[in-house]
């Protein structure tokens, strides 16, 4: 494991109870994948903030279901950009809404495009866009 | 179609041309659809801020696929939450990392207990949670 | 008033309601009002998502003070980026700790480069960047 | 100075790596520094989920100078809740457009209401909260 590094952080007592009490709230089981966490969190931000960065977004759909035609534009919307798409998911919420999961892959530019056509898309009632970075290729010990 | 109604906006001419010209880039066909989803979002966000609010939770987690350990605990707290958690779903993003997301449904305060409960642990690099009101049961026109 | 326009939104009447229950809870007189300001901040975050667009930025800084080293870093990254620098107010939180209020003018990606800068520094405690279009120029009715 | 403690993490070189380089592009002086960052940022937010957390709220509003009835609106809004409102900084933006920033104090959830009833208000073209805890006592070394 010599890839693994290992620094020294001062901070303030009070501090560190604070973030001891919040990360043991978590279910975290010690501070350095809590701060691991933190820290993969910003670079992702970061990383994300360039359209051209390699991402795999997942795409949230709320819509009704008797509206069948969404789902064929969906469905059309998925194939035409098939390149990007790798899977989707489909659940029934209640008697009136089905959640569609889409995970769509590419430059975050691009696929933060596709995500917007499908979010407004006649029918859909909510929608949201979750991006990650795909070169999400950190380890950890 | 009685229950639906029709409202007037007025608005400066600058703005509304502002407008038209992002959501006809987003996609929109018209701009009833585009100011109901700013209308639902909006919502959306006002009820989630109550933790007893009804919601389904996508959670997000990237890992690595040799953590097989870790796929063990993943089932297991999915199970121990059984009556919360819907599917999942798995995605191999490379010879490194899964993608896994698992939907959740109860009280928006204890599904993201179960999610922070699942981003916390060790070899998942990327945690994300993504809460709809699962009385998302606003229909459209 | 020949540049005020006036258009029609068809909404469900069950999203109507909601929406005119919240509206009136933060305040508003009318609906054209909030659906206005719905649509301004939606124009808001896409024109910032240009790191080029013309911006004000609103630095807030938490900082101890006593840390009097800090104080003068302060004033001269102001004077060194003077020409970003509008204003700045300070306000006295309790005995140990004061809240600096920075407001820098330019392209919203170098200000956001100048407002980490200030954010960085040793003995702050908390930062937070809001950035506005300064083309923030559209009238209301 | 023995209210500081040292705490180790470990973690991978590539991940390591990354940060040092986004850190040092954001002016930080070294990992310490920014590690105490990102761990009162989640802290703070943490601390703010709680409607009764004492707080200061930045409240940051864009309006139309000639709007001087907004004007007098606002100076009775903020003598009404006196009790809250710290102090008040105007910029003119440009020929047309004002900014106020106002900062209020007590408890999140309230000064949140009394900030979104200043938004709320016709002539204000956009308008932005920032919530900070009163009780960031966190020192640093």
Same mark, same amino acid.
């Given at each position: 494991m010599e890839h693994i590094e290992r620094i020294g952080i001062s901070l303030d007592k009070k501090l560190l109870a604070d973030f001891d009490k919040i990360i043991s709230k978590q279910g975290y089981q010690n501070r350095s994948e809590a701060v691991r966490d933190l820290i993969r969190e910003k670079l992702s931000s970061e990383i994300l903030s360039n359209p051209k960065a390699h991402a795999v977004a997942v795409v949230v759909l709320v819509y009704d279901h008797h509206a069948t035609e969404l789902m064929k534009k969906l469905t059309n919307l998925q194939h035409s950009h098939l390149f990007q798409t790798i899977s989707s998911l489909h659940i029934h919420?209640?008697?009136h809404n089905c959640m569609e999961i889409i995970t769509l892959k590419g430059h975050s530019g691009e696929i933060n495009t596709t995500a917007e056509n499908l979010i407004s898309q006649r029918g859909v009632t909510l929608g949201k866009i979750h991006m990650v970075? $795909? $070169?999400?290729k950190h380890s950890h010990s």
């Open positions: 919420l209640d008697e970075p $795909s $070169s999400a």
